[in-house]
């Protein structure tokens, strides 16, 4: 077995595999990366076309040893690619896939080619094209989306970027000991060392927060708490109280500079997460506003987070203060698929509602707080969450129905 650190769709990554483990391989049953397709493991088809350093390139014939160092990217992290969402809408309205088993390929060859050669015409796309196999669909559909995208993005004038790509030798082979490079060592690892008071907190948080990014899930809740703003704020700064407040959640170590590290424990139904992540906290105390930073992946789903979470406290009255809390978040992998819907929306505003009567609690009495009940009351707000999903589906389905044989009843 080998040692390989590697970032993939932008986390840091260290696994022990063996030599002759491929990337694919790597990806799908280490990870859960399950949109790299496999299917003839010769590098013919293109069904595992990735990312390695900015280059498409085949995992099924990529060595994951070889990637030491290397900077992976996935279908699941190009979620929020801004030409990958062109591209979905552009596949879907051209007809460019039928039983889907090439798309993943597809779509990642399909967005360099529209990086690179932003004046493609049709024959060049096809001739582009020529690595990735479709058994189903026919070419056809497929090139015209590459060109609708092309065509609305010379429209809008979009500049071609510049690839990154090296110019000899495979790529995933360039990280080798003694390979030339003059590219700095991407391996985020370990949380930034900040100096808190004199650098600027976005840069602070770049590396563990959304950074450029775009969330996928944003949402902003209020609450009171009965007691007032210095003391509410005061509470907020005791991370271990924040931690014991939080249901499922706890803290494994954390540090004056306000980096922590720990874990969240959340099921949505049948699902079972547990975030292990890193984050850093950057307050502002005069004006009682602070930013949690984090970042944090689910081994078993190879689920991804990023977060940012700004709060401010003000004051009401003496025995009154409000808590303004938003949620910015960048879901990606196979739990993504949960971030749009409505609901994560309900379980972060439950989540939330549970931290207030925690923390009020903590305020009232420290002791009463009861953190081994944590893990046990997150499952149980889901279920509360499932519950009322399945009950508003309900009054949807019959409520409706049962106000109309009123009506009718009445009206006869
Ligand atoms: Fe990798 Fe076919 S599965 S090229
Ligand atoms: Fe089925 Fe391409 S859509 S293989």
């Known amino acids: 077995m080998m040692q390989i650190n590697l970032t993939i769709n932008g986390q840091g990554v260290e696994e022990l595999v063996e030599p002759r483990t491929h990337l694919a391989d790597f990806l799908r049953d280490r990870l859960h990366l399950t949109a790299t397709h496999i299917r003839c493991e010769q590098g013919v088809c293109g069904a595992c076309t990735i990312l390695i350093d900015g280059s498409p390139a085949r995992s099924c014939i990529t060595y994951a040893a070889l990637c030491q160092g290397a900077e992976v990217v996935t279908l699941e992290g190009l979620e929020n690619d801004e030409i990958i969402e062109s591209l979905r809408t552009a596949f879907s309205i051209e007809h460019g896939l039928q039983c889907g088993f090439c798309t993943p390929g597809m779509l990642v060859t399909a967005r360099d080619i529209i990086r690179r050669l932003p004046d493609a015409d049709e024959a060049r796309v096809r001739r582009e094209l020529n690595g990735n196999l479709c058994r189903c669909t026919g070419y056809a559909g497929i090139a015209r989306a590459i060109c609708r995208v092309l065509e609305a993005r010379r429209a809008a004038a979009a500049k071609p970027e510049t690839s990154t790509a090296f110019k000899l030798g495979p790529v995933g082979a360039r990280h080798l000991p003694g390979a030339s490079t003059t590219e700095k060592k991407?391996?985020?690892?370990?949380?930034?060392?900040?100096?808190?008071?004199?650098?600027?907190?976005?840069?602070?948080?770049?590396?563990?927060?959304?950074?450029?990014?775009?969330?996928?899930?944003?949402?902003?809740?209020?609450?009171?708490?009965?007691?007032?703003?210095?003391?509410?704020?005061?509470?907020?700064?005791?991370?271990?109280?924040?931690?014991?407040c939080m249901p499922g959640a706890s803290l494994t170590e954390h540090s004056a500079d306000g980096r922590l590290a720990g874990r969240v424990t959340v099921k949505i139904g049948p699902i079972a997460t547990n975030f292990i992540g890193t984050g850093l906290i950057v307050r502002d105390e005069e004006a009682r506003r602070g930013i949690l930073y984090g970042s944090g992946r689910d081994r078993l789903s190879g689920t991804t987070v990023r977060a940012e979470v700004s709060y401010a406290v003000t004051g009401e009255s003496d025995t009154q203060s409000r808590v303004d809390v938003t949620v910015r978040a960048l879901l990606a992998g196979a739990l993504a698929q949960f971030s749009r819907s409505s609901i994560v929306q309900d379980l972060v505003g439950r989540i939330t509602a549970e931290f207030s009567r925690r923390l009020q609690q903590s305020l009232t009495d420290p002791q009463s707080v009861d953190t081994s009940e944590t893990s046990l009351k997150a499952t149980t707000l889901v279920f509360d969450v499932v519950m009322a999903r399945l009950k508003s589906l309900r009054d949807r389905l019959f409520g409706r129905k049962q106000a109309d044989t009123n009506n009718d009843r009445n009206a006869s």
């Open 186 to 244: 991407r391996l985020p690892q370990s949380a930034p060392k900040p100096e808190v008071s004199c650098v600027d907190p976005k840069d602070l948080g770049k590396d563990l927060g959304l950074g450029s990014r775009a969330a996928n899930l944003e949402t902003s809740l209020s609450f009171t708490v009965a007691h007032g703003a210095d003391e509410t704020w005061a509470a907020l700064a005791d991370v271990e109280n924040v931690a014991r």
